[in-house]
């Protein structure tokens, strides 16, 4: 176990959790047992010095690899703004009140934009854009389904999508889902771009633990039932912003994940699917000094841990 | 129920108290609602049957205005009243002559939002009544090109649509209830349509039960009110 001394903060702490894989390869060969050590060092060693040459202020990760059950993490019960990644916490939400019938997929929706704060109740309008947003967009005054919108939300980061499943599915619902699920370290206060209540803190947050878990789920299958994880990680998978995860990886990977960018953060947490293998999770959460924000050191992270498992294997 | 098709449109006008009882209770026909300043006001009795989404956009109320526009709802809608075959208050072929002259007026399509037309009295937007309930209310979120969401817009085409007709109500702009800001709002009031081929004549007391839940539930609190103890009789005259 390593740690690092933070001055003022708790020291952010690095685990691996042995498994019962790594013991029996272990005690089937002393040297395995000594090449994992080995990675771990190797890979702790190299995500302090991404973190050192990207100038992160705050970085969290954690990883569970279906294939050899290790599950290794570096800050990972920190929490931090949650940007878009918490739009997996609304799919989770969403599916909830499908799977209970109090939603069809199929429902149709009034794309509106006309938000209230949870600040003051008053309302607030998102600044659309044509470009970002094209099929929310091209829908204003009409409507548009919940799985269409559920869509759009997860694969363009649509913030008009999302608030409008916000509103149909209501945050309690939604945090009752991350309950009911054992999510801890995701929490879900409001839709996005509410400046009041980002003025008055009041702010979604994510932990890299809390993300891993509500994604382990999706991959077991476990997220409600086998078929709405199944929905929920092909949403996924059509993943439009690649800059993350997705490009620390050979080409061939896919990757059922989602990204979360404003100036100071840049996360990224997904499923990823390799050939020959089984899954693994990743979620790598980054915060940055005001405005030097820097997304290409989640990247630098996923391949380091893509070499590190790669050659844990070898 | 009229089997006879409504000559102008060619659906069928059905008396809300003929449907299925879920849908009654939806409904509530002929019942009285609270409004604003705790006016009362009748909710509809008749309404257009809608046997199919096809049917609602060939079904022209005016030259330009189909059907469909006064149905367009999402999930705030109940499902059993999302489903076809749909109810439209007969009221809403005025709206719609009304929404006619005020397209001849601007000179350019106008465009119903969705929950824009009739909402039923369960409709999740409903804030107390709204003429919405009757199908007299309309409201636009586009004239043309212009998305009605700013100030001058609205205001614009509020003045055009108050110039229109002494009938027309116009929701001023603002932010909060009764303001709109996001779309124009006009209603013609609570005006309820009796068909020339309907008869008000009978019984609104289905034959086969009670009208509807809200009714029964009166008649049993009724029942059940505490009654003032018995006053005990006097004594009569002593027995000689």
Do not use: C, N
């Given at each position: 176990m390593h740690e690092e001394q933070v001055p003022g903060q708790a020291r952010p702490v690095a685990r691996r959790v042995v498994t019962s894989f790594l013991v029996q390869k272990a005690a089937e060969s002393p040297a395995h047992g000594t090449l994992i050590a080995r990675t771990e060092d190797s890979l702790y060693r190299t995500v302090l010095g991404v973190k050192e040459t990207h100038g992160i202020e705050e970085l969290g990760i954690a990883f569970w690899d279906a294939e050899t059950t290790i599950q290794w993490s570096y800050n990972a019960d920190r929490p931090f703004h949650a940007a878009s990644t918490m739009k997996l916490a609304v799919l989770l939400g969403v599916f909830r009140q499908i799977i209970r019938g109090e939603l069809t997929a199929d429902a149709p929706v009034h794309v509106r934009n006309k938000f209230t704060s949870i600040v003051d109740r008053k309302p607030f309008t998102l600044e659309l854009n044509r470009d970002s947003d094209p099929e929310v967009f091209a829908n204003l005054g009409r409507t548009m389904s919940v799985e269409q919108l559920a869509y759009e939300m997860i694969t363009r980061s649509s913030n008009f999508a999302t608030n409008l499943l916000v509103d149909v599915v209501g945050v309690p619902a939604i945090q009752r889902a991350l309950d009911e699920l054992r999510i801890d370290g995701v929490q879900v206060l409001r839709g996005v771009e509410d400046q009041p209540a980002f003025e008055a803190g009041l702010n979604n947050q994510v932990t890299a633990n809390g993300l891993l878990r509500l994604l382990r789920l999706l991959a077991e299958g476990e997220a409600w039932s086998a078929e709405a994880s199944q929905r929920m990680r092909e949403i996924l998978l059509e993943q439009r912003f690649k800059s993350g995860i997705p490009a620390g990886l050979p080409k061939d990977a896919r990757v059922a994940h989602k990204t979360g960018n404003i100036s100071t953060v840049h996360h990224d947490a997904g499923i990823v699917y390799l050939e020959g293998r089984k899954p693994y999770v990743l979620v790598i959460l980054t915060q940055f000094p005001m405005?030097?924000?820097?997304?290409s050191a989640v990247a630098e992270v996923s391949r380091d841990i893509y070499e590190s498992l790669v050659g844990a294997m070898a | 129920m009229s089997d006879k098709p409504d000559g102008a449109i060619g659906l069928k006008v059905v008396d809300?108290?003929?449907?299925?009882p879920e849908l009654r209770a939806l409904l509530r026909p002929n019942e009285m609602a609270m409004g604003k300043a705790g006016h009362q006001h009748r909710l509809p009795r008749y309404f257009y049957e809608v046997p199919s989404h096809e049917r609602a956009k060939e079904?022209?109320?005016?030259?330009?205005?189909?059907?469909n526009e006064f149905l367009l709802v999402d999930l705030k809608e109940a499902p059993l009243i999302r489903n076809y075959p749909r109810y439209i208050p007969c009221a809403v072929r005025l709206l719609a002559f009304y929404l006619e002259r005020l397209r001849e007026l601007v000179g350019q399509p106008i465009h119903l939002a969705v929950n824009g037309g009739y909402r039923s009295p369960v409709h999740k937007l409903a804030v107390g009544i709204t003429p919405h309930m009757w199908g007299t209310a309309a409201d636009l979120f586009r004239i043309g090109p212009t998305l009605l969401n700013a100030k001058d817009a609205i205001e614009k085409y509020n003045r055009i649509a108050e110039d229109l007709s002494d009938d027309l109500w116009v929701m001023p702009y603002g932010?909060?209830?009764?303001?709109?800001?996001?779309h124009i709002h006009v209603d013609l009031g609570y005006i309820s349509l009796v068909p020339r081929e309907m008869t008000e004549d009978r019984a609104e007391v289905s034959q086969a039960g009670p009208r509807f839940a809200i009714e029964e539930r009166r008649r049993g609190d009724r029942r059940t009110f505490p009654q003032p103890p018995p006053t005990p009789e006097p004594p009569g005259p002593p027995l000689a």
């Open positions: 405005q030097a924000g820097d997304a | 809300a108290f003929d449907l299925e079904v022209r109320l005016t030259p330009h205005l189909g059907l932010h909060d209830i009764g303001s709109a800001d996001d």
